[in-house]
């Protein structure tokens, strides 16, 4: 600025200088004011922003540990399963032994009836 208008400036009157002073102070709001709303809006995309890359973090984590999980139990598993297997064998063989061992059972109390009646028979 050229020292002319700068001393114009200067020479203002307290009512213009009052004047000027709330306009800037009202011009200073209203930038601020925006500022604000622009640092919020920014905030909230920001926010998003990591709450969606900590969505995609989280997802990525639970497919490895499932991974991994399956990796550790499969092993387990199929040792649970064949044991598994063995005592349904041996269940299975039991009910089999249980019915054969009644089947005997029957046969000895028959023979035991069949005996008794032979040696009680009088020989001829």
Same mark, same amino acid.
């Given at each position: 600025?050229?020292?002319?208008?700068?001393?114009?400036?200067? &020479?203002?009157?307290?009512?213009?200088?009052?004047?000027?002073?709330?306009?800037?102070?009202?011009?200073?709001?209203?930038?601020?004011?925006?500022?604000?709303?622009?640092?919020?809006?920014?905030?909230?995309?920001?926010?998003?922003?990591?709450?969606?890359?900590?969505?995609?973090?989280?997802?990525?984590?639970?497919?490895?540990?499932?991974?991994?999980?399956?990796?550790?139990?499969?092993?387990?598993? &199929?040792?649970?399963?064949?044991?598994?297997?063995?005592?349904?064998?041996?269940?299975?063989?039991?009910?089999?032994?249980?019915?054969?061992?009644?089947?005997?059972?029957?046969?000895?109390?028959?023979?035991?009836?069949?005996?008794?009646?032979?040696?009680?028979?009088?020989?001829?």
């Amino acid at each position: 600025m050229p020292k002319s208008q700068s001393k114009k400036t200067q &020479n203002l009157s307290p009512v213009t200088e009052a004047r000027l002073e709330k306009l800037l102070s009202e011009q200073t709001f209203v930038i601020l004011k925006a500022t604000d709303q622009k640092i919020d809006g920014v905030k909230k995309d920001m926010e998003q922003l990591l709450a969606d890359q900590a969505n995609v973090i989280l997802e990525a984590v639970d497919e490895q540990m499932e991974k991994k999980m399956d990796q550790k139990l499969d092993p387990v598993i &199929n040792k649970l399963n064949a044991i598994l297997g063995e005592v349904q064998k041996d269940r299975e063989e039991d009910v089999i032994g249980a019915e054969q061992l009644r089947r005997h059972e029957d046969q000895l109390q028959d023979h035991a009836v069949r005996i008794k009646k032979l040696e009680v028979r009088p020989r001829t």
